[in-house]
Nanobody
């Protein structure tokens, strides 16, 4: 599975950004898709993921109620709508994929895209 993220940029606190991640490869629809983020010098942090069917979504407590993950199966694309952004949301955001539902629940993903930078100014 190949993943290509896009949509990052500079936004003011309180603003919104939508990230996209286009997935390619066989049976992408069978994979759970997720988003992680990383600040330089810190460990990568789980943000959210969505099940292969799109019927279940999961979020880190730090983003719950502000971020929404969704997927378009026809376009093999996963989105992360980020609202009410805070300066602490500033990070490199990565999309990821995993075939195993159990692994997804453990935030253990196998395939990674390149990152897209989101900067939230105060």
């Amino acid at each position: 599975v190949q993943l290509q993220a896009s949509g990052g940029g500079l936004v003011q606190a309180g603003g919104s950004v939508r990230l996209s991640c286009a997935a390619s490869g066989r049976t992408v629809s069978s994979y759970a898709l997720g988003w992680f983020r990383q600040v330089p010098g810190k460990e990568r942090e789980y943000v959210a993921h969505i099940s292969s069917s799109g019927g279940s979504t999961y979020y880190a407590d730090s983003v719950k109620g502000r971020f929404t993950i969704s997927r378009d199966t026809a376009k093999n694309t996963v989105y992360l709508q980020m609202n009410s952004l805070k300066p602490e949301d500033t990070a490199v955001y990565y999309c990821a994929a995993v075939l195993s539902h159990a692994q997804a629940l453990r935030a253990t993903f196998d395939y990674w895209g390149q990152g897209t930078v989101v900067t939230v100014s105060s």
